[in-house]
């Protein structure tokens, strides 16, 4: 009972509950678990950084003007890559019917009336 008692004493004695001080540690954890992953990622940011700044000063005024016409990314494909490098992005499929045509008439298609 005494050592019970006596955590809550040890805990408060450094300025620390035991809920802070098990925060610290686990947050501890989480970097040190963390850090080589974050390396790696900081070198890819090196490797690629000045290739993609490139990228976006050449391509980040039709880029801005491709994104003020599109409203809905949701309604295309994923961009193709063609093996000559041209990019394409294709709308998806609709499943509505055509708009120009009356329901009537897609029913009656290939039936003549007499």
Same mark, same amino acid.
């Given at each position: 009972? !005494?050592?019970?008692? &006596?955590?809550?004493? =040890?805990?408060?004695?450094?300025? *620390?509950? /035991? ?10 954890? @989480?970097? *040190? ?5 974050? #390396?790696?990622?900081? &070198? @890819?940011? $090196?490797?690629? &950084?000045?290739? +993609? ?9 039709? @880029?801005?003007? /491709?994104?003020?016409?599109?409203? $809905?990314?949701? !309604?295309?494909?994923? %961009? +193709?890559? @063609?093996?000559? #490098?041209?990019? =394409?992005?294709?709308?998806? %499929?609709?499943? $509505?019917?055509?708009?120009? !045509?009356?329901? $009537? ?5 290939? !039936?003549?009336? =007499?």
């Amino acid at each position: 009972m !005494v050592s019970a008692l &006596g955590a809550p004493t =040890i805990a408060q004695e450094n300025g *620390k509950s /035991l809920m802070e001080q098990g925060a610290e540690l686990f947050f501890e954890g @989480l970097r *040190k678990e963390m850090e080589p992953a974050l #390396g790696e990622l900081l &070198g @890819l940011a $090196d490797e690629f &950084g000045p290739a +993609m700044q490139s990228f976006f000063e050449e391509m980040g005024p039709a @880029l801005a003007e /491709l994104a003020g016409e599109i409203q $809905d990314w949701s !309604v295309y494909e994923t %961009p +193709m890559i @063609l093996p000559n #490098g041209d990019i =394409i992005i294709r709308k998806k %499929p609709t499943q $509505d019917p055509p708009e120009d !045509v009356e329901p $009537d008439e897609e029913e009656s298609e290939g !039936v003549t009336d =007499i």
